[in-house]
């Protein structure tokens, strides 16, 4: 058996942070930003609104575009940064919230990669047959993990959450999933406190996002123009049988580096970083949403998921929609 889209669903924070307000806030400019970035404006969440409240928003919508009932989900994951709390888990909040009893209920930490490994988990899961509907999320509140002083990364993150249902059926559906990870290059995109090493300065409030643009810049183009190349060929596929990239939605520069190594007709690429910044685990999920809501995505499209995030963490899935 393998795994389906059958719904997608998707949730953005009412408050939208554009350029100019960010050009009061810090030495930048609206110029800069959408040059060197694409961005216009991003998401915050409100005071009080949570990681999984945006997950279950977005859970519910995508419960209700694949019309399966919440008796019939057998497997909830939650891709994020950002969980609510240091546990239990986002995704049993929001499994209790959703009313659903007794199903395995996990988070996957693997930063803006997340919702890629989720879908290999979930691959596995199908293929195996100890699972036959699945509810995966990607869920950020990034902007509480994020110097509002450091004009390097601020005017970088937004939040976000996207959701798909995944239903096991006998034909694919999820064609291949493929996850990377190097953890050599843990200083190049981090925050580098947490529970374990610096509770003090998380309590202060300064579990901040690190980045070395630059670097993560290259080897973010590489690495997705690379896994491309894997999933294709482990399909037996080319370039030229693809219907839709959805990569990682960081950069605009570095979407566009990925499709010009691909030679990949710059209409197939989905791009949503305009309006959404880099929502770290819900940026693949989002912008997925976004291309099935405007009707892009038809029946029996070849689509590349793509992430990239720290670590290095990075990942594809290929599947027909
Ligand atoms: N506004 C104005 N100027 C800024 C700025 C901002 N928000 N941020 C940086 N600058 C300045 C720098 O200080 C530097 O000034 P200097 O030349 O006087 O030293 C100049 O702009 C160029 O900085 P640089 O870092 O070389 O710019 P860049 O073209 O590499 O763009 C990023 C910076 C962060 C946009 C880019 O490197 C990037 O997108 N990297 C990948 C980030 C990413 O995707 N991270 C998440 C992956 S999951």
């Avoid at 993560?216 to 030229?240: K, Q």
């Amino acid at each position: 058996m393998y795994g389906r889209i059958i719904g997608s669903g998707a949730y953005l924070p009412a408050r939208r942070l554009d350029n100019h307000e960010l050009e009061r806030m810090v030495d930048t400019s609206d110029e800069w930003i959408r040059a060197r970035t694409g961005i216009v404006r991003r998401a915050i969440a409100a005071e009080g609104e949570y990681t999984s409240d945006l997950a279950e928003a977005a859970a519910r919508e995508a419960i209700a575009a694949s019309g399966v009932s919440l008796s019939q989900i057998d497997l909830i994951i939650v891709a994020t940064t950002t969980p609510d709390l240091v546990f239990p888990s986002t995704a049993t909040l929001v499994q209790h919230r959703l009313g659903i009893r007794g199903c395995p209920a996990f988070d996957i930490q693997a930063v803006c990669a997340g919702f890629i490994y989720a879908l290999d988990v979930v691959d596995k899961y199908m293929r195996s047959g100890a699972c036959r509907c699945a509810l995966v999320i990607g869920a950020e509140t990034f902007s509480r993990i994020v110097d509002w002083t450091d004009r390097t990364t601020c005017v970088l993150f937004g939040d976000g959450a996207g959701a798909m249902v995944i239903k096991s059926d006998d034909e694919p559906g999820i064609l291949s999933t493929h996850v990377h990870a190097d953890g050599a290059y843990k200083e190049l995109l981090w925050v580098p406190v947490g529970v374990s090493t610096g509770n003090a300065e998380v309590e202060a409030g300064r579990a901040f996002t690190r980045m070395k643009g630059n670097e993560v810049f290259r080897w973010a183009v590489t690495a997705m123009s690379d896994i491309a190349v894997e999933a294709l060929r482990h399909n037996g596929l080319s370039i030229e049988d693809l219907d839709w990239l959805v990569p990682h939605q960081a950069n605009v520069r570095i979407i566009q580096a990925i499709g010009k190594r691909l030679r990949l007709p710059p209409e197939k690429v989905v791009v949503t970083v305009a309006e959404h910044g880099n929502t770290s685990a819900a940026s693949v999920p989002l912008a997925f949403d976004t291309a099935v809501r405007d009707g892009r995505f038809k029946h029996g499209d070849l689509i590349l998921l793509e992430g990239f995030g720290g670590g290095f963490t990075w990942g594809s899935a290929l599947i027909r929609y």
